[in-house]
Nanobody, 121 residues
């Protein structure tokens, strides 16, 4: 599986961004897709994940109610809609795939290259 993340950028606090992660290779629909982020000087942390069919989603407490993860299996793409962005959301966001859900990044087999999100006035 190859993953290509896009959609990052500079946004003011309170603004919105939508990240996309396009997958190619193996059967995309059979994987759990997740987003992680890593801020400078900090460890990579779980942000959100979505299950095979899209019926189940999982979020970090810090983004719950502000971020929404979704997937389009026909387009082999997963999205992360980020609203009400805060400066503390600034990080490199990466998408990843796994055969089963976990919040631990060690459980993910394939990773995209990451896209920078900067929230600043």
């Amino acid at each position: 599986v190859q993953l290509q993340a896009s959609g990052g950028g500079l946004v003011q606090p309170g603004g919105s961004l939508r990240l996309s992660c396009a997958a190619s290779g193996r059967a995309f629909s059979s994987y759990v897709m997740a987003w992680f982020r890593q801020a400078p000087g900090k460890e990579r942390e779980f942000v959100a994940a979505i299950y095979y069919s899209g019926a189940a989603t999982f979020y970090a407490d810090s983004v719950k109610g502000r971020f929404t993860i979704s997937r389009d299996n026909a387009k082999n793409t997963v999205y992360l809609q980020m609203n009400s962005l805060k400066p503390e959301d600034t990080a490199v966001y990466s998408c990843a795939v796994s055969r089963q859900f976990t919040r631990n990044d060690l459980g993910y087999d394939y990773w995209g290259q990451g896209t920078q999100v900067t929230v600043s006035s």
